[in-house]
């Protein structure tokens, strides 16, 4: 016999975030800012994971060309930037009148568009908050915007509340084409945010000089309407938001989908990468952008998009290294791999890669970078695992650490060969069954 009834500890999360966001909603946005600045600074220092894909996301961004110093600057602003904003959701749910907090300063490029009944596709990204690119724009225009729904349905259930409170409605992924293309072609406008990451999609941008694979769902969608794309970008200033629209980018049908697909996003993207190298510390760069591979192949502890491989100095442990580096390769094939080498072995042929570094001594492995998430160090050097797990690295991974997890699948006799180490610890199936 039950004493007590069943928590529900969704429904549970959800009451406790409305009770301690409660006083959140009488207070003036710039209290709430000021509020989310020192959250932000101190979720920095204590949200690990979060810290160190910030930290190698700026880093990997090659455009941008920052100094460590800039990127640790850029990545405690970003944290305060996602702190404002989910502390604005109790204030957009509770406060009826925006118009005074949230400006589009020129509004007549879609109103015109939208008077003539044309459906628009508005392309945006994490900037800011978000959030009220939709809220302006389903305050002058009748609109849907798809969204992805959390597992706290409950919370959820309040976050959509807060989105429709203009009138807008949400629609889910899997319903996002039929209903675009029916609503776009009913004048309605549809609203996109473009900048996730989608390593199943065939179609890659060199987003600030490195590939990210993208959706191209908004250039479908506006190939097969005749509706144009329009990105909609937002930043916040003095306590409030100015939203700015682009020029339409039409699609010209007369030209083969699969080329105008390409273009419509090369144009959409270009124009939405530009405002976020204006004000990079109000992008969301917590998130995977770069992400390389689908969960389908390599296990979650070992799926990361930028590796480093730490060769070993000695000649007979270097070789032996080097016969099963292929494999590696094989199974990191879209990943961005960097090799950090012995300099005697400059004339050796190694993997392909994104950039090999050439050391003389192990201290020199001691490198102040932050851009790999995954470190495999085989080399007797133990100061390479604290360096680099100060940094990026989520984990540091060394030839006994594969072998001891290599025994779960294989017997002793198969652990010295390390192509087999390999495959049977990084990989949920066989590389020749990758697809």
């Known amino acids: 016999m039950k004493l007590y009834p069943k928590i529900n500890s969704n429904k549970l999360a959800y009451y406790l975030i409305r009770v301690v ?8 946005f710039k209290l709430i800012h000021k509020i989310g600045r020192v959250l932000g600074f101190f979720a920095y220092f204590v949200l690990r994971e979060y810290r160190k894909r910030t930290l190698s996301n700026l880093a990997l961004a090659n455009d941008l060309k920052l100094s460590n110093r800039e990127i640790k600057k850029i990545a405690i602003q970003s944290f305060q930037n996602l702190a404002i904003t989910v502390l604005e959701y109790p204030k957009l749910h509770a406060k009826k009148d925006l118009s005074k907090i949230i400006k589009c300063e020129n509004p007549e490029i879609a109103d015109k568009l939208y008077s003539e009944k044309k459906g628009i596709i508005f392309f945006c990204a994490h900037q800011s908050n978000w959030e009220v690119l939709f809220l302006d724009g389903t305050s002058r225009m009748q609109g849907i915007a ?4 959390i597992k706290n349905k409950k919370l959820y259930k309040w976050i959509v509340k807060i989105r429709e409170k203009m009138g807008g409605k949400i629609i889910t992924p899997k319903n996002a084409l039929k209903e675009g293309l029916r609503n776009l072609r009913k004048g309605v406008f549809m609203g996109i945010v473009g900048d996730q990451s989608m390593p199943d999609s065939s179609y890659f941008f060199p987003f600030f000089g490195r590939r990210a694979w993208t959706s191209t ?26 939203i700015r629209y682009s020029d339409p980018i039409w699609p010209d049908q007369k030209k ?7 273009r419509l996003m090369n144009s ?13 510390f109000e992008w969301l760069w917590q998130h995977n952008r770069w992400k390389q591979q689908t969960p389908r192949v390599i296990y979650k ?10 060769l070993p100095k000695k000649r007979e442990d270097f070789e032996k290294i080097l016969k099963h580096l292929p494999i590696l390769k094989l199974i990191y094939y879209r990943d961005f791999i960097f090799l950090l080498c012995p ?19 192990y201290k020199d492995t001691l490198l102040k970078d932050y851009r790999f998430k ?20 989520f984990e540091v991974i060394t030839i006994e650490k594969l072998q001891k997890l290599a025994l779960k699948k294989l017997d002793k006799t198969q652990i010295s060969d390390l192509s087999k180490v390999f495959e049977a610890v990084i990989c949920r199936k066989p590389i020749s069954q990758k697809k």
């Open 301 to 310: 502890r070992f799926r990361h998009d930028c590796i480093c491989i730490i």
């Open 374 to 393: 995954l470190v495999y160090n085989f080399t007797p050097f133990k100061k390479i695992k604290s360096h680099f797990l100060k940094l990026s690295a």
């Open 268 to 280: 959409s993207l270009s124009l939405l990468q530009q405002t976020i190298k204006n004000r990079p």
């Open 217 to 242: 769902a908004p250039a479908l969608l506006s190939y097969k309407t005749n509706c144009p794309i329009i990105v909609a970008t937002t930043r916040r200033i003095n306590g409030g938001y100015r």
């Open 146 to 149: 798809i969204g992805r729904p």
């Open 256 to 262: 083969p989908l699969e080329k105008e697909v390409k």
């Open 21 to 28: 966001t409660f006083p959140l909603m009488y207070m003036p």
């Open 343 to 361: 300099k005697k072995y400059k004339n050796d042929t190694l993997i392909d890669s994104d950039d090999v570094i050439y050391y003389k001594n």
